[in-house]
């Protein structure tokens, strides 16, 4: 049998959840982008593409001065693959604003991590 006081303590710990603030898609990508983990896994993903593009090729090397690491499916689609290395790719600043236009020109190769 539960007791009058177990269960307003119960009450008020269903209210104290109800009225935190819900984590937006938005703030949730935001933290992720500044963790550690992902960090990590930007690190490993350009050195297995040997800092290159991998849509065009450019690298340092080049002049190239942004490299982004990307997601094949957005972690807005699919929060479960966003350290998934096989749904990671390195490329440059010019040719990941291009996909913004509509659907990439170019095919990107699935890869493993090579650790």
């Known amino acids: 049998m539960v007791s009058v006081a177990e269960s307003i303590s119960a009450i008020e710990e269903a209210r104290a959840l109800r009225e935190q603030p819900v984590e937006t898609q938005a703030e949730r990508t935001k933290r992720f982008m500044s963790s550690l983990q992902w960090r990590?896994?930007?690190?490993k993903i350009l050195a297995r593409d040997h800092c290159r593009c991998v849509a065009c090729g450019a690298s340092p090397d080049?002049?190239?001065?942004?490299?982004?690491?990307?997601?094949?499916e957005p972690i807005s689609k699919n929060w479960e693959r966003r350290?998934?290395?096989?749904n990671l790719f390195t490329t440059c600043g010019a040719c990941n604003h291009g996909k913004l236009a509509g659907p990439p020109r170019y095919e990107i190769p699935a890869r493993e991590l090579e650790v």
């Open 62 to 72: 080049d002049g190239v001065t942004v490299l982004n690491v990307d997601h094949y």
């Open 40 to 43: 990590r896994m930007r690190v």
């Open 83 to 86: 350290l998934d290395p096989t």
